[in-house]
């Protein structure tokens, strides 16, 4: 037992050539979605404030899914950084606010999945992980849009709507897209083909 857990432990540290593979092409694929799905989400924040900054929940599908697949440490900020400069250089109206976005919103996946010791990955964990990747990247984007004037509950509002809306828009469809991946038995290489 104690030499199956260290060899999990090892494994749990090292990346694959295919875990470095698909992390980044998560990051890239994601990268350019969310560069439409940015145009959507100015409008919101723009016609709302920091409640609309956190109304259209899609854009932490990419470090949860990445991290549901790989479990490495790592594999959710990572995915994110390639994401946010995705973003930035294939056109997202943010521009540079998007590298902010790929480090707050990595970090905040980030530490979910480090508190459960990267060996869960239930739907609860996979919420958490998305809305507490929103709730990072508020303080981000709370700042760069200058959203402080606003009053303390309007930022209070804005950040539980968003806890919901990323959580589930977010943590529990990149959970589904894990799910049926797992399914249909592409990830056999990886670490989630061979632990649920």
């Not at 902010?100 to 060996?119: N, S």
Request: some cysteine.
């Amino acid at each position: 037992m104690a030499e199956r857990t260290a060899s999990y432990k090892q494994s749990l540290g090292s990346w694959t050539t295919l875990d470095i593979v698909i992390v980044a092409v998560i990051g890239v694929v994601f990268g350019f979605l969310n560069s439409p799905f940015g145009l959507i989400y100015q409008s919101f924040q723009a016609a709302f404030g920091a409640i609309g900054a956190n109304i259209f929940g899609v854009f932490n599908i990419s470090p949860v899914l990445a991290m549901f697949i790989v479990r490495k440490p790592g594999a959710a900020l990572v995915c994110m950084l390639i994401n946010g400069l995705v973003q930035m250089l294939s056109g997202n109206p943010a521009g540079a606010i998007t590298l902010g976005w790929g480090v707050t919103q990595g970090l905040g996946a980030e530490i979910i999945f480090w508190a459960v010791r990267y060996q869960h990955f239930d739907w609860k964990v996979m919420f958490l992980a998305g809305a507490w990747a929103n709730v990072f990247s508020n303080f981000w984007t709370y700042g760069v849009y200058g959203f402080g004037g606003q009053s303390i509950q309007i930022l209070v509002a804005g950040t539980v709507i968003g806890f919901f809306t990323y959580g589930v828009l977010s943590g529990l469809v990149a959970l589904a897209i894990g799910k049926a991946l797992q399914t249909s038995g592409v990830l056999r290489s990886f670490a989630s083909g061979q632990r649920t």
